[in-house]
């Protein structure tokens, strides 16, 4: 299953793990459900995923 791997409230990674093998990143290990499209950058707080803010450059 996708995990995402989440320190101080950020997604730092995202990894697949079967949730029995020892694991033992810094952080907190949270599934983010299949419909979620969670990545590095994302915010996790109070039980809900929040995507990073776009932020578009003038050219």
Request: charge should be negative; hydrophobic fraction near 40%.
């Amino acid at each position: 299953m996708r995990y995402a791997q989440v320190v101080e409230g950020l997604v730092v990674n995202v990894v697949i793990w079967d949730g029995e093998a020892p694991y033992g990143p810094e952080g907190q290990l949270v599934l983010p459900g299949t419909d979620m499209p969670v990545g590095i950058g994302w915010r996790y707080e109070g039980g809900a995923w929040i995507a990073p803010q776009i932020i578009e450059e003038d050219t």
